[in-house]
């Protein structure tokens, strides 16, 4: 079954570092997604991105964020200067075109700043 | 705008005894309602879907959700709880732009 795959499993960083968390989603998928878990709260929405731009993004997602597809598979969340409260699991979800909000989520990547 | 609400942060329940976990929604469209779950240092897996089709959805593991308007409900069953299935589940309502809103997860535990 298709399924999609984030790297790095588990990154340390010191705060202030840059961060690039990837993910490869479905190959048919058209519609990106980014979401973030803190420890013991709830799963929070970062960013959609379709067509090779934002198409939603949450009050969470401010300007030390950001996304790209580099290429035809690749789907990056950059962190530019990592904060300590940054430090959460974060999900690369995709969908295709048409499927009712059904996304399949990667694995997570998780994140510990100090 | 969009939200849920799952009552109860840990469910405990004896194996083989019915699993209920609760989740009221608010919305002011017509909702896509989700079940995941997310088992000990894995992703989210989706569980089941409401999508305006049939009231009560089953899903994967024999758990089903039934879609009640009158109460803003979307709860989830499963009428004999396994060891396998401790884990922590999510109910999600479809936002506008086809992500997901989910709720703060309840944590299923069985006890033998």
């Known amino acids: 079954e298709p399924e999609v795959t984030q790297t790095p499993s588990h990154q340390v960083t010191q705060m202030g570092q840059e961060v690039i968390l990837r993910c490869v989603p479905i190959?048919?998928?058209?519609?990106f997604y980014w979401y973030r878990q803190i420890l013991g709260q709830k799963v929070e929405f970062l960013v959609s991105?379709?067509?090779?731009?934002?198409?939603?993004k949450s009050e969470i997602f401010d300007d030390q964020f950001s996304v790209e597809r580099p290429d035809g598979s690749n789907f990056t969340l950059k962190i530019r200067s990592t904060k300590l409260e940054d430090s959460a699991m974060y999900f690369c979800?995709?969908?295709?075109?048409?499927?009712?909000?059904?996304?399949?989520f990667g694995a997570g990547s998780r994140l510990t700043v100090l | 705008a969009q939200s849920v609400t799952q009552l109860g942060s840990h469910v405990s329940v004896s194996e083989g005894a019915l699993v209920l976990l609760r989740c009221n929604y608010s919305?002011?469209?017509?909702?896509?309602l989700f079940w995941y779950v997310q088992y000990p240092n894995q992703g989210l897996q989706l569980l089941l879907k409401?999508?305006?089709?049939?009231?009560l959805v089953k899903g994967i593991n024999g758990f089903e959700a039934e879609f009640k308007k009158s109460e803003t409900s979307f709860h989830l069953t499963k009428p004999s709880a396994h060891m396998s299935d401790a884990a922590e589940y999510f109910c999600?309502?479809?936002?506008?732009?086809?992500?997901?809103?989910f709720g703060k997860g309840t944590k299923l535990s069985v006890k033998p």
């Open positions: 999600a309502v479809g936002g506008s732009q086809g992500n997901l809103i």
């Open positions: 409401y999508t305006s089709a049939a009231t």
């Open positions: 919305s002011s469209v017509p909702p896509y």
């Open positions: 190959s048919n998928h058209l519609y």
């Open positions: 991105f379709y067509n090779n731009e934002i198409s939603e």
């Open positions: 979800a995709s969908r295709p075109l048409a499927g009712a909000n059904v996304l399949t």
